[in-house]
């Protein structure tokens, strides 16, 4: 049977879940709110941390040069450094051609003094040989100077 009290009992326990209830969706949507706060405060981050990295990229970008840039200047350096190159073989080719024409010559000046050396070898040969024969000439004749005195 339904009485005052049971009904007052009943009432007073549907309001004190009612209460609860109230008290956990408070709960939630302060856990839902928690939960948005954090996601908004990681996109902030996410949105910082990637605009710094564009700025990076942006900045790396700025140093580099363009790739026509870079082929351009780079075939001006390549036909630079061909013709130096050019430049410098042809150097050597005359230093090459003056150290030949300058061996030529030692060969001819060392031929020469071979040559007067041979000659004033022979001169003196003869030199020796006339002296030689001189002094041979006078001490036979002194010989005979003595002789017929």
């Known amino acids: ?8 009992d009943r009432l007073e326990t549907v309001l004190t879940l009612l209460a609860d209830l109230d008290k956990l969706e408070t709960e ?3 856990g839902h709110r928690a939960v948005h706060e954090a996601v908004a405060e990681s996109l902030r981050d996410y949105k910082r941390d990637a605009n710094e990295w564009r700025a990076t990229l942006a900045d790396l970008r700025g140093t580099f040069l ?9 075939r001006a350096l390549d036909a630079k450094l061909h013709g130096e190159i050019q430049a410098l073989a042809g150097k050597v080719d005359t230093l090459d051609t003056r ?8 060969k001819d000046t060392r031929t020469e003094q071979v ?17 030689a024969a001189a002094g041979l000439a006078v001490t036979m004749l002194l010989i005979l100077d003595r002789l017929r005195a």
């Open 99 to 106: 150290l030949d024409g300058a061996v030529g010559d030692i």
């Open 115 to 131: 040559a007067r050396r041979s000659v004033f070898s022979d001169t003196r040969t003869v030199i020796t040989g006339l002296a």
């Open 66 to 74: 363009p790739k026509n840039e870079f082929q351009s200047e780079h």
């Open 1 to 8: 049977m339904v009485t005052r009290g049971n009904l007052d």
């Open 28 to 30: 939630r949507w302060e």
